[in-house]
């Protein structure tokens, strides 16, 4: 398996990841109300929003031959709401209907094996200064055969 190969699998997952994220009700990457962003837009300016970061791609622990990958993915759940409170309780909702939506659809459509880990993270240490109480990362790992 080349590194393009793997480089397909991985846009291929985070496609599907978007195309999850589009069911939950008032999300859309449509450009016209889009507010949920793959590349580009970060730090968000229209709220509240998803942000999908591919974080790393690795084989599995004891998988000498490489034939199984393991993809990881970091879902950033933005609201802008000034109450900090409300801002996160909105974040938890919206990042309890990520993982509801991936639960349901465990494979993604065909495109994975298993989502084998769904946490969270509330502060990710990657956003940036000003939304630190506004923002909850949904961290995801796809596993995948490649051979």
């Not at 791609?57 to 998988?63: A, C, K, L, N, S």
């Not at 409170?85 to 994975?112: E, H, P």
């Not at 506004?134 to 055969?145: D, F, G």
């Amino acid at each position: 398996m080349s590194v393009e190969d793997i480089g397909e699998i991985w846009k291929t997952l985070w496609n599907d990841l978007e195309a999850e994220c589009e069911k939950i009700t008032g999300f859309t990457a449509d450009e016209t109300d889009k507010n949920i962003f793959m590349t580009g837009k970060f730090p968000p300016t229209v709220f509240p929003s998803i942000f999908i970061q591919p974080m790393e791609v690795r084989p599995g622990e004891y998988d000498t031959s490489e034939t199984e990958m393991y993809f990881t993915f970091n879902i950033y759940v933005f609201d802008s709401d000034p109450d900090p409170k409300t801002a996160m309780d909105s974040c938890m909702d919206i990042a309890g209907d990520v993982r509801s939506q991936i639960i349901d659809d465990r494979v993604l459509g065909g495109d994975a094996d298993n989502v084998e880990d769904i946490r969270y993270i509330v502060n990710p240490p990657i956003v940036p200064s000003g939304y630190e109480r506004q923002c909850i990362a949904v961290v995801i790992t796809i596993r995948r055969q490649i051979a």
